[in-house]
């Protein structure tokens, strides 16, 4: 079964306080995403994973870091987050880094900040 | 580096009418033009793509048109049906292998 698998699916976080999303794939795709999604602004990107520890920053990476430390799985971290992190997090997954792979994504990670 | 513009940020037709999604990009070295589509409050999944060796491919319903002097492709959708109603949101994968969004076109088929 083609499955990404984010967990939380929602989260309530004070500012300064760290988050952790996490995102699970089935399909031993090599290539893993994280996005977030703001009313108006479209998917934008926050990283993007090669393979296991080989990442990269995406468009705006500022206040975020990530870990792949097994193929399947990619983690998004906040180290003390703030509030206009508020958004839905997307993690995505395809094939290989070559182009013209289709995208798999999650259900979505909505973070609220407070 | 690549930016992707999508130009309709709504767009209502009736049911049965077409609908045109425009978008352009600014790297004449992108080759992959894929479309997703989100249903309200759901995640995003593919529903077509055109490479940059053709510049036109249909399944069923939908048709990609691509114009690579114009650097701009186009996501026509015929025949539209309430399911249609949807974000729909154009990519590009860029030399860099990274997939860049545009902000999404919210498509609203009224009865």
């Known amino acids: 079964d083609m499955k990404v698998t984010q967990m939380p699916r929602y989260l309530i976080k004070r500012m300064g306080e760290n988050v952790l999303l996490e995102c699970g794939q089935d399909m031993s795709h090599e290539t893993m995403y994280w996005y977030r999604q703001d009313p108006g602004l479209g998917l934008q990107l926050i990283y993007i994973?090669?393979?296991?520890?080989?990442?990269s920053e995406g468009d705006i990476p500022k206040g975020y870091r990530v870990s792949r430390k097994k193929r399947e799985h990619f983690s998004l971290i906040l180290d003390s987050a703030k509030t206009n992190q508020t958004s839905v997090y997307f993690c995505?997954?395809?094939?290989?880094?070559?182009?013209?792979?289709?995208?798999?994504f999650g259900e979505g990670s909505r973070l609220i900040v407070v | 580096g690549e930016k992707v513009e999508q130009h309709e940020s709504t767009l209502s037709v009736r049911e049965g009418d077409s609908a045109v999604i425009n978008c352009t990009y600014t790297d004449t070295a992108s080759s992959y033009f894929p479309w997703y589509k989100q249903e309200a409050g759901k995640s995003l999944h593919f529903v077509i793509d055109i490479r940059s060796n053709v510049d036109r491919k249909q399944s069923q319903r939908l048709i990609v048109l691509l114009d690579k002097k114009a650097k701009r492709f186009s996501l026509h959708i015929t025949a539209t049906q309430p399911e249609d109603s949807a974000i729909y949101f154009c990519a590009v994968d860029t030399n860099a292998y990274k997939v860049i969004f545009g902000k999404g076109t919210h498509l609203h088929v009224l009865p």
């Open positions: 995505a997954s395809s094939l290989r880094i070559y182009s013209g792979n289709t995208l798999y």
């Open positions: 994973s090669y393979d296991v520890d080989s990442n």
